[in-house]
């Protein structure tokens, strides 16, 4: 019971000692019960329900056999006996199906048992009244019968019922014991348990394996008891059926011998009546000795087991020499010794009485005139037999002659016809003779063997048993199994001899294989299912203990991961710090004087701090990427204002190498999208850094930029640089006219053209086209994964951490974005990537050249270049200064032939240097000047550039020929500036070149400080001194809003974040207020907007988005750091 | 005369060095120094009083508001201990901005113990650095007065 309980709440003891792996293991260990329960209980089904099959199957033979005997014995119809059987059936089945039902609830409990015997019990007692009622109606005689019948059956059934209940029993301890093992073995767990509490998880899979361990030998134990049980029990089966098989056997042999001898008595006895009435019966005799011999002779068939017959005579002593003289023989004395020579006989010695044979068989002829009486066991059979008046039978002896053993039957030949309860007495008076005949038993029993079948499985001993303590073997051989043996009672009509037929089989019983192939198998397979689960659960273990070790080892690693950005951050901010300050000394040594050699020395080392930090950069963004915590920026930033900053930035480079830089952005795109520049820009900077660096000597990088709508309907768009690279696969139509991939297939894989792009955002698609080495096929697979570059040897060639693009890749993917390549070695690569920006249409344009760009407007160009796309690209360029009319014609030979029509009215005129021929240039100067004759202003003649000597730079300008030479690539700010100068009206604006340094970028500014702490007030106000700046420090942020309530004198405000009362960005917001109330009150050109940066401790904090949504202009770090300080004020201070 | 100022220069540097070394100032401590010039001369020793004075401001508000078992208000604290970190962090205190993080942790999870615990060890850490810091400026003086060069330590 205390099992059951267990089973069912198995939690109940656990839920106080487990907390973390409580419910885990409790699951496990539950698991386990059923499982054990389930096996235990299917066991118990199996048996019951192999016992219920038995018994039904005794029991429908027992009805069988009472079905039979009724119908045999009585006038009972067979439907009512039927009827009545399927009663008995029903109730029995009844009765077995109670019982099993009953033993399944019972499980726990053997008083089930006894229970559902009892139910057994009454049920046959009902069984029993149906019966009686049922054979009311009949005779009463039967129902005695019946009731016979009835009582017998149950007694089997209560026998059956016992047997049952003996087996059930058995059972019930054993399954008992299985679950007392198993219960033990729990609890003993369980105490393992709360003693091992506190490492529970590190023991907790050895338990456990013990636990399926011992389950396993407990299962591996059942299996075999349960093969042993089978194996018994079979072999039980067919040692019954073998002694059955005997039994019947030799019942079967006994009963045929003792028929046949009784048969042949039977003659035996018809010939002494025979004798009686002729020989005795008639005077004078009918008979004599011949006639004896000679119908013995003939009847012998009748008689095939005696080997012969003979007639002897009743005669007294007195009667002795009558008879003597009668015969002419004398009566001779049976001589045992030696029977053969009859006429050596002596003559018999005087005794009362005489039996000599007067009639014999031929077979026994010598026989006559022998005194039987002198024989032993004659004698004695002769006074029996008179005295009976039935055959008897001598023991046996070896016959005369034949050498067998032998029986002599014998009755008495009485000459009257006594009554028959005659008394002894009468019967000697009355007996005038015997008649005599020999069996030979072994030929009897030989014969009778032949006659049956399977006469070799058996080999059959006939004994004479009359004498218990000298049993005689009267035939067989003491051949055959001795261990087994059956005892079939012979009688062959003398009561006074008792026979015995002992049968065996021949040969010893078989090997029972039917019996132990099923219980070997299921022993083998118990065997190897346990050694599979042994397997199973080893493999388990082993499994367990390799998770446990993964586990921890994956805890490691992630700890050892986050271990590793942290370090990698802490390591990286670390260094970037001094670096910083490495950087700007260096500068500081820059800008003092220094010969050739030094400054080259600082040159360099300032170009590898650069590098160094710029790396230091790329590891902190991966370590941030891994780590999740880059976040992008959303801010409005202009595209092509970042395109060109970025050009410009690589332009550099790029001229160094000879390459050609261009940059392309749709009309489609708008002016100001929102997204993250900064990333935007590195992945650019990225791709365009790696085109730059695999890109040897010739031919361009371009990078152009498009929305994602335009590319999926290629064909209706007006894009013409788009329509051109799409359009046809000749890739030599290039911007420098050295071929390149064709760039669709970069983005052929692309999933995310996304169809459903909601209206506030876009989808741009950017690529890089260059002319580089390109990416070897066998590396194109891993291109994007960290540390790796196309081949070890990339890096050897070309430097570099291989990291960049990698970063590029997940920086593209947080814009939602996809990136790919087209590669072909030795001709270029294209990367394309796309990304998801806002659109805001609430900003126009954040332009700077607004004023410039009203200047261009309505002017006419004429782009002369070779190639189509660079006069593109240079369209698109001029259209942003907002040129709307330009031509393009391919060189200056077609633009003066062909588009005569074109050169009316020009402003200015572009031809590329590689368009550029002097004598065509003659020719067309020429036509421009007599198109333009009414008009007193020329068009001005730009030359564009890509790679130029200054020797050569200052030749063209000195030939007076063209106006202005423009480098590329083209810049929005650098065309602004061009063309000022040659358009404007010969004031020549200067560039201002940057401050090298924060004096000269803060002196004699005025700035305001705001913080509440005295201290950093102080601070701030010695560090802004030190650089010549105004300083006025205020110490809240009521105070700063009055001071900068406009009009008022400062150039700058920095602005504390976090102060009482009222804290920066509240402060700015404030003032934004304020001076947008001014702004539109006075309606000035001048537009109040005092750069407010914010001053903070923690720049980690993503403070940024937030002080720029309250309308600050950026924010320095505090304390003050040179560099971050002037990169930041720069933007303000720069115009 | 020179071997006396010799002494107190290697005295101050040494001094210096440990003080650095002991984590009781930073870089920015250094940035003061550079910031004194001429027109300054006791810069450094001002904006350390002016830190003094506002650190003691600060821990006396902290310990009120502290005090008021019950109802403290954290934001207060909150406040009072950024600021703290501030002006420690523009002078370079490194240790006190240092208990100023933890501080500031304490606060903002509403850990009293833990904020008791960080004022003490605060005000501790500040009155050390104070003392310090007068021993470190009257060895200066001695210096001075001794007709020698505040030497330049690079630490």
Redesign the interface.
């Known amino acids: 019971m205390s099992i059951a309980c267990e089973l069912s709440n198995p939690n109940l003891k656990k839920t106080k000692a487990e907390t973390i792996v409580g419910n885990w293991t409790s699951k496990k260990i539950l698991l386990f019960r059923v499982l054990c329960g389930l096996v235990c209980i299917s066991l118990v089904l199996w048996l019951c329900l192999s016992f219920y099959v038995g018994s039904l199957c005794i029991c429908n033979k027992d009805a069988e056999s009472s079905k039979g005997v009724l119908f045999r014995n009585h006038n009972v119809t067979r439907s009512e006996i039927d009827a009545m059987l399927s009663l008995f059936f029903d109730s029995n089945q009844v009765t077995s199906f109670e019982c099993r039902k009953e033993s399944n609830p019972g499980m726990w409990e053997s008083y089930g048992i006894t229970c559902s015997l009892s139910t057994r019990l009454e049920k046959d007692e009902e069984a029993k009244r149906h019966v009686a009622e049922l054979m009311s109606s009949s005779e009463a005689s039967i129902l005695d019968n019946l009731e016979e019948n009835v009582e017998k059956e149950e007694d089997e059934s209560g026998h059956q019922d016992v047997l049952f209940y003996l087996m059930n029993k058995w059972h019930w301890w054993f399954v008992l014991c299985v679950l007392v093992a198993a219960h033990f073995i729990f609890e003993f767990h369980r105490r393992k348990e709360v003693s091992f509490l506190q490492d529970k998880q590190q023991t907790q899979c050895k338990r456990d394996g013990k636990l399926r361990k011992n389950m396993l030998l407990l299962c591996i134990i059942a299996g075999v008891s349960l093969s042993v049980f089978w194996f018994w029990h079979t072999n039980e089966k067919i040692l019954r059926q073998r002694r059955e098989t005997l039994t019947n056997m030799c019942e079967e042999r006994a009963r045929v011998l003792q028929d046949q001898f009784n048969v042949s008595m039977n003659h035996v006895h018809a010939l002494s009546i025979l004798v009686s009435t002729f020989h005795h019966g008639k005077t004078p005799s009918a008979i004599d000795q011949k006639t004896f011999s000679e119908y013995t002779e003939r009847t012998n068939f009748e008689r095939p087991l005696t080997s012969g017959v003979a007639y002897a005579l009743k005669v007294t002593h007195s009667e002795r020499e009558k008879f003597e003289k009668e015969h002419g023989w004398t009566i001779k004395k049976m001589n045992p010794e030696d029977q053969t020579l009859v006429h050596e006989f002596d003559p018999a010695p005087v005794q009362d009485e005489y039996a000599p044979v007067i009639f014999a068989q031929e077979t026994v002829s010598h026989l006559v005139s022998v005194d039987m009486m002198s024989g032993n066991e004659d004698r004695e059979n002769i006074l029996r037999a008179r005295a009976l008046g039935k055959g008897v039978l001598t023991s046996p002896f070896q016959l005369l002659k034949s050498n067998h053993l032998g029986v002599i039957l014998t009755f008495a030949v009485y000459n009257t016809n006594l009554p028959h309860d005659a008394t002894e007495e009468e019967r000697i008076q009355a007996t005038i003779g015997y008649l005599g005949a020999s069996y030979d038993m072994p030929s009897l029993v030989e014969k009778l063997l032949q006659q049956l079948a399977s006469k070799q499985t058996i080999s059959v001993n006939v004994y004479d048993t009359t004498n218990a303590s000298s049993v005689i073997k009267m035939y067989g051989s003491e051949v055959g199994d001795m261990s087994e043996e059956h005892i079939s009672s012979l009688d062959f009509g003398d009561p006074f001899r008792k026979h015995e037929m002992h049968c065996r089989f021949t040969q010893k019983p078989p090997i029972p294989w039917l019996a132990i192939m099923p219980p070997g198998f299921a022993l083998v397979i118990t065997f190897l299912l346990g050694y599979i689960f042994n397997e199973a659960i080893n493999r388990i273990a082993t499994v367990e203990e390799d998770i446990r070790k993964v586990r921890e080892l994956k805890a490691r690693a992630e700890a050892a991961d986050v271990a590793k950005s942290q370090f990698l951050a802490t390591v990286s901010h670390e260094i970037r710090t001094p670096m910083v300050g490495v950087l700007g000394m260096l500068k500081l040594l820059m800008d003092t004087d220094l010969d050739a050699k030094q400054m080259d020395f600082a040159e360099t080392a300032h170009g590898s701090g650069k590098d160094l930090i710029s790396l230091i950069n790329e590891v902190l963004d991966q370590a941030k990427i891994e780590s999740g915590r880059l976040e992008l920026e959303s801010v409005p930033f202009d595209l092509r204002f970042l395109l060109d900053n970025i050009s410009s930035l690589l332009s550099g480079k790029a001229a160094e190498k000879g390459i050609e830089l261009a940059v392309y952005v749709s009309s489609h795109v708008p002016a100001v999208i929102i997204g993250d520049p900064g990333r935007f820009r590195q992945i650019i900077t990225n791709l365009v850094g790696n085109s730059i660096k695999f890109t040897q000597e010739k031919g361009h990088i371009f990078i152009s930029v498009h929305l994602t709508n335009e590319v999926r309907e290629p064909f209706d768009t007006e894009d013409e640089i788009l329509k051109q690279r799409l359009g046809s696969d000749e890739t030599c139509n290039t911007l420098s006219g050295y071929p390149a991939v064709n760039a669709t297939g970069s983005w052929r894989n692309f999933r995310t053209f996304q169809d459903h792009i909601s209206s506030d955002k876009i989808e741009l698609l950017v690529t890089v086209e260059d002319t580089g080495v390109g990416i070897p096929f066998e590396a194109q697979s891993r291109i994007f994964t960290p540390f790796m570059q196309a081949d070890s040897s990339t890096s050897r060639t070309y430097g570099g951490t291989g990291i960049g693009l990698s970063i590029s890749k997940r920086l593209v993917e947080l814009m939602q974005g996809e990136i790919g390549f087209v590669s072909k070695p030795g001709v270029g690569t294209t990367f394309s990537f796309t990304g998801v920006f806002g659109k805001d249409s609430s900003v126009t344009a954040l332009e700077l050249f607004d004023q410039s760009i009203h200047e261009f407007q309505g002017l006419k160009a004429l782009v002369i270049d070779s190639r189509n796309i660079r006069a593109e690209v240079t369209r698109y360029h001029l259209q942003r200064v907002g040129i709307s009319s330009i031509d393009i014609a391919s060189s200056l030979g077609t633009a003066s032939t062909s588009c005569a029509s074109k050169l009316v009215n020009l402003d200015l005129v572009l031809v590329d240097k590689d368009a550029w021929n002097k004598e065509e240039y003659v020719a067309f100067s020429d036509l421009l000047n007599s198109g333009q004759e009414t008009y007193t202003r020329p068009p001005k003649i730009l030359l564009l550039a890509t790679f130029t000597t200054p020797l050569e730079l200052s030749e063209i300008k000195s030939s007076g020929l063209v106006d202005e030479v423009l480098m590329k690539p083209l810049r929005m700010s650098v065309l602004i500036c061009c063309l000022q100068e040659t358009m404007g009206d010969g004031k020549k604006r200067q560039i201002k070149r940057k401050p090298k340094n924060l004096g000269s970028l803060l002196r004699g500014k005025h700035i305001l400080v705001v913080?509440?702490?005295?201290?950093?007030r102080?601070?701030?106000d010695?560090?802004l001194?030190?650089y010549k700046a105004l300083v006025t420090c205020v110490d809240s942020g009521k105070a700063a809003v009055a001071m900068l309530k406009p009009p008022h004198d400062f150039d700058a405000c920095f602005m504390?974040l976090?102060m009482?009362e009222m804290d920066g960005f509240e402060a700015t917001r404030r003032v934004r207020d304020l001076e947008e109330e001014m702004n539109k009150k006075t309606d000035q050109s001048r537009k109040w907007h005092t750069p407010i940066l914010a001053m903070t401790?923690d720049v980690i904090q993503a403070t940024n988005e937030k002080c720029i949504k309250c309308g600050m202009d950026g924010f320095v770090s505090?304390?003050f750091e040179e560099e971050e300080l002037y990169s930041s004020v720069a933007r303000f201070f720069d115009k | 005369m020179d071997t006396l100022v010799a002494q107190l220069q290697r005295q101050f540097r040494d001094y210096t060095i440990s003080l650095y070394h002991q984590g009781f100032l930073d870089d920015q401590f250094t940035e003061l120094k550079k910031l004194q010039d001429e027109c300054s001369p006791d810069f450094v020793a001002e904006v350390v009083s002016l830190f003094f004075e506002d650190c003691e401001k600060l821990i006396g508000n902290m310990a009120r508001a502290l005090d008021q078992t019950g109802n403290v208000d954290f934001n207060l604290v909150g406040s009072s201990v950024h600021q703290l970190k501030g002006s420690s962090s523009s002078v370079g205190a490194k240790r006190v901005k240092g208990l100023c993080v933890t501080f500031k942790e304490c606060c903002d999870s509403q850990n009293f113990e833990g904020c008791v615990r960080c004022l003490q060890q605060v005000d501790i850490e500040y009155k050390s650095l104070k003392a310090k810091l007068q021993d470190l400026f009257s060895l200066e003086q001695q210096i001075v007065q001794a007709g020698g060069r505040i030497p330049q330590v690079d630490i």
Not at chain 1, 1011 to 1016: A, G, K, L, S
């Open positions: 913080d509440d702490t005295v201290v950093n102080r601070v701030a010695a560090v001194r030190k504390d976090q009482p401790a505090k304390p």
